[in-house]
């Protein structure tokens, strides 16, 4: 070993554990500990609706403590991934979504960058999908919803309000879907979305947006090729905006890589 970041199958530097982190990038044991569980949902081969190990066995298996494995079931349950039933155990979590409902439940791990990048390849085809449609079936209705959630995001930003440019920023993507006038569209860009909060909140420790004031500029022109009925405008706007987002996920994994 040479001391050299490991590489993910896309050529990527793969996320370092916690001892090998840069001082500064310092990581819960809990999180750690969320992402074992996951990595071991999928080694046993479990699906929506199998009973997992007790929070004991997984303390054992991963070499912990119950209380972080606790912790770390609390962070899995909030994102959809675990079920917690009281007296009865844990569950992997049956998806809602056409995505989480079947195999890719399983198949989708936050912390591996291969995913990540498949996952961002399937939200560029969908989005600009969505978007080319939208531009020749939204509404008057549809039109300000958009519009209203670009203001939403323009807001957030401006006034340092997180959760309100992610809240515009989910309504903006959803809107377009709505507008596109077709139902698979819209479920998949929710799981979609869905996924990719996963592997902010898990493989990459807490949302990351150094691109938000460039996605508002983004959103704006996305919105504008609806409005003005060119889809192909549209579809470009779209696909430029998630090259980008992903681009900002790419910078901020060498960050975190090599401080």
Known sequence: MDGSPALSAS???????????PAGQYRPGYELVAEQILELIVELRLQPGDRMPTENDLASRLGTSRTVVREAVKILSAL???????????????????????RWGGFFLPTDLDHVYMLF?????????????????ATPAELR?????????????????????????DDFHLSIAVA???????????????LQRQSSTIGLHGTIGG??????????????????????????AACTHLDNTLEDYRREIQRRVFG
């Open 80 to 102: 959809g991934r675990v079920r917690a039933q009281k007296g009865r155990g844990l569950y992997v979590a049956d998806g809602e979504g056409m995505l989480g409902s079947s």
């Open 211 to 236: 691109h938000a004031e460039e996605a508002v500029t983004e959103h704006a022109a996305i919105y504008e090729a609806i409005r003005d009925g060119d889809p192909e405008a549209a579809a470009q």
């Open 145 to 169: 919803a958009i519009e209203a959630a670009v203001e939403t995001c323009r807001e957030g930003h401006a006034t340092g309000q997180r959760e309100l440019f992610d809240r515009g920023d």
């Open 180 to 194: 596109s006038h077709n139902p698979f569209l819209v479920e998949s860009v929710r799981e979609a979305r869905r």
């Open 11 to 21: 050529g990527v530097p793969a996320p370092q554990q916690q001892d090998a982190r």
């Open 121 to 137: 390849e399937f939200r560029r085809v969908q989005e600009a999908a969505a978007s080319r449609l939208a531009a020749g079936r």
